[in-house]
């Protein structure tokens, strides 16, 4: 079985470079399951009703999100009844939506997803440690296959969690920083690691934002407002291959791949 997780869609391209290239990706690696980290597919911040259906008709079968996912206030309603849109699970109990879910492949094997965010240098959140052991106990009760897309900033606290559940899931595979690693692996238990699967969106910006605008943040220290940057739009993630019988993983497998169309402004 393999399972292909695309990094963090940035924007409008971002949404175009899934349309335009899963397709092939997916004939090309011979995917069964595909899962994006869609929290900041709306202009660089959030994500709609709209653009979540539109990801969900190309061939995504569940989207996760970070610490950005209440940027659009609308998405709340619609996370409340979308199973197939998750938030990470350690925000606390009364928050909306759902922190882990279960795809149905198509085969007998059912995939478990489970979305975590970091705490270091991000908002207050309970323990992400914690929290997956309690939603993995549960996770595993339906299947042995379990993806953990682990949203977070630091590189200690991605890897520290990769070790934690080596051998309790089958990949623990890093988002948010929109900057793809190259430590991919298959640790000692079976399970798939990579710190970051990078960012799907304009290679030709400050991690998706014009470069332009970055700048002149960094320079003047002023709130000046971010703007999706257009060029050069790459889609890049992970494939993961999986033995559904056991949950273990057998090889993980970095993706970037170029647009060929051009987006419109």
Excluded at 240 to 259: L, M, Y
Aim: aromatic content about 6%; charged content about 25%.
């Amino acid at each position: 079985m393999r399972v292909l997780l695309i990094g963090d869609i940035v924007g409008l391209p971002g949404c175009r470079a899934v349309a335009e290239l899963l397709p092939g990706i997916v004939s090309d690696y011979k995917i069964d399951v595909t899962i994006a980290n869609a929290e900041n597919a709306a202009d660089g911040f959030g994500l709609t009703q709209t653009l979540a259906g539109e990801l969900f008709a190309c061939g995504v079968q569940l989207l996760t999100s970070g610490n950005h996912i209440w940027d659009k206030i609308n998405i709340v309603k619609f996370i409340e009844k979308e199973s197939r849109l998750l938030r990470p699970a350690n925000f606390p109990a009364e928050t909306p939506g759902r922190g882990s879910g279960i795809i149905e492949s198509g085969s007998p094997v059912r995939i478990g997803v489970l979305n975590l965010a970091g705490r270091v240098f991000m908002e207050s959140l309970d323990c992400p440690f914690r929290t997956a052991r309690r939603e993995i106990e549960l996770l595993r009760a339906e299947t042995p296959v379990i993806i953990v897309d682990m949203h977070a900033e630091a590189t200690a606290e991605k890897i520290a969690l990769g070790w934690f559940l080596d051998g309790s899931v089958s990949a623990v595979l890093g988002t948010h920083t929109h900057v793809q690693t190259a430590d991919e692996k298959i640790l000692p238990q079976g399970t798939a690691y990579i710190t970051d699967v990078g960012m799907t969106g304009s290679a030709d910006s400050v991690i998706g934002v014009r470069k332009e605008l970055a700048l002149k943040r960094f320079l003047t220290q002023m709130p000046v407002p971010f703007a999706t940057a257009e060029d050069d739009v790459q889609l890049q993630g992970v494939w993961v291959e999986i033995d559904p019988a056991t949950g273990k993983s057998r090889r993980i497998e970095r993706i970037q791949r170029a647009c060929v169309k051009k987006n419109e402004r």
